[in-house]
């Protein structure tokens, strides 16, 4: 059983102990352009009349609080989702609105994930490329269909903003540089290599897949559905494992 240790971000096995995972995240962070944060802070603090040390700890400040707050949304939608739907009573406003909020969504696209007996909250999934490596991540949502065929991937962001094309011209790393490096791609990426993972886990179809993306001025979720870019995601993950097996 692969186990997620949340202060570490790292994934045990206990059937498979010698196994070092990899999370998705991780991987995906290393077929993107590095923000080069010396230098744009250099540039900002001179715009300021600040240091460059203040701009990074302001930078790294609101980046913490941006984390808590998503870690705090994803929380109570778990929560919501594992809970029998009548049992369910929100802590305090902020929940009762993001409940609220969800629901909204769910009602307006028509999704049954509201008390179904299909779901997978926080489901964790693994490739292992061998006795000693492999990668691991964990879903927001796996929907099962009730045919037992196929399966829904959701997941909740909570970006400041969202974007569909890089404004920069830059591109994802090689084998993805045909992608924009964008939000929209980003999380595409992100969610069909959830898809790949789990149609090899249970040998199900993936039917489709969506970003419930939470604006926090309106305190409303909307529903950005994404494509299944299957062919880039095995790419991804047969061009990762060979980089792994051959430096390992």
């Not at 206990?14 to 540039?43: I, M, N, W």
């Not at 307006?108 to 997978?120: A, N, R, Y």
Request: glycine share 4%.
């Amino acid at each position: 059983m692969i186990t997620l240790d949340h202060a570490t971000h790292t994934y045990h096995n206990s059937a498979k102990p010698t196994v070092k995972y990899t999370s998705v995240t991780t991987v995906l962070g290393q077929y993107k352009e590095k923000f080069d944060e010396d230098y744009h802070a250099t540039r900002v603090a001179e715009r300021k009349g600040v240091t460059k040390e203040e701009v990074i700890a302001e930078w790294r400040e609101i980046n913490r609080m941006a984390n808590e707050y998503g870690t705090a949304l994803h929380e109570i939608l778990e929560r919501f989702l594992l809970a029998p739907n009548r049992l369910y009573s929100p802590r305090d406003e902020f929940e009762k609105i993001v409940i609220s909020a969800f629901r909204e969504v769910c009602f307006e696209e028509g999704l049954s994930l509201i008390d179904s007996p299909f779901l997978k909250p926080e489901h964790i999934m693994s490739i292992e490329f061998n006795d000693e490596q492999g990668i691991a991540g964990t879903s927001d949502i796996i929907e099962d269909l009730p045919d037992d065929m196929f399966f829904n991937v959701w997941d909740f962001k909570t970006n400041k903003r969202f974007e569909y094309e890089n404004k920069y011209g830059e591109f994802l790393h090689f084998p993805l540089n045909h992608l924009a490096h964008c939000q929209y791609n980003d999380y595409t990426i992100q969610l069909s290599v959830y898809g790949v993972m789990y149609e090899r886990q249970t040998g199900k179809k993936f039917n489709r897949g969506g970003l419930f993306y939470w604006d926090k001025f309106i305190q409303k979720f909307k529903l950005i559905p994404i494509g299944y870019m299957k062919k880039e995601a095995e790419m991804l993950i047969d061009h990762y494992k060979m980089k792994r097996i051959v430096l390992w």
